[in-house]
């Protein structure tokens, strides 16, 4: 199946300081990606869409002040978690549109806030 | 509204005992209906995606089935590498309900296989 990366694979960060967070499609291009969040024991919840070289779309009750979401290129976005908060501690996914109907996943990324 | 259901939330089996796990969907037009498999602290891997009732998928030992309703992925035989937990989800097409065409996900079953 198709590759999708994550990096870092986990992150611990003060409260108040802003986290970076890349989704790379390593072997295809993808005009579309979308960003997860998943809280233990729960299902993934859409975060936003990134369209490779336009504004986000963010889901209903995301701030996009404090997520920012960049699809510079058509192998690369990224998620910054803006003067992140404890209760921002979560798993984030990412996952890249390769075809019309299947998307692909990352292997996620955990972050802890204190 | 567009609505996803796994049951049970976990199951447990001893290996080689075959077994089945249920999605119900509630979809204005369905464009498709995918079955991931996501093992603790990684990322959904993606197993099969069923476009319309009576389509059948395969891969080793499970069997991806769909109706107007619901989907099955039936487990046969399982082994203990099988353990993981199961996630459904449907994309509704665009502009149909509330979902604007992004995947819904359901809560997933766990799991797991003794040997």
């Known amino acids: 199946g198709a590759v999708v990366s994550q990096h870092p694979s986990w992150v611990i960060c003060k409260s108040g300081t802003s986290v970076k967070i890349e989704c790379r499609s390593l072997d295809f291009q993808a005009t579309t990606m979308f960003w997860y969040r998943q809280f233990p024991k729960q299902s993934l919840m859409l975060m936003a869409t990134?369209?490779?070289?336009?504004?986000?779309?963010?889901e209903q009750g995301v701030e996009k002040d404090k997520f920012l979401i960049n699809h510079a290129s058509l192998t690369l976005s990224t998620l910054t978690v803006t003067s992140a908060h404890p209760e921002d501690s979560s798993f984030y996914i990412c996952s890249a549109k390769r075809s019309a109907e299947t998307q692909y996943f990352g292997p996620g990324t955990r972050l802890l806030v204190l | 509204e567009d609505q996803v259901t796994q049951s049970p939330e976990a199951l447990r089996l001893q290996e080689g005992e075959s077994s089945s796990l249920n999605c119900s969907y509630t979809v204005s037009g369905l464009r498709g209906l995918f079955w991931y498999r996501q093992d603790p602290g990684k990322g959904p891997e993606f197993l099969f995606t069923?476009?319309?009732a009576g389509e059948e998928k395969e891969k080793e030992r499970l069997k991806a089935t769909l109706t107007k309703k619901e989907s099955f992925l039936h487990i046969t035989a399982p082994k203990p590498e099988d353990s993981a937990t199961y996630l459904c989800a449907v994309r509704a097409r665009v502009n149909y309900g509330g979902s604007q065409g992004n995947l819904i996900f359901g809560k997933g079953t766990k799991l797991s296989v003794k040997p």
């Open positions: 069923l476009y319309s």
């Open positions: 990134s369209n490779e070289g336009s504004k986000a779309t963010y």
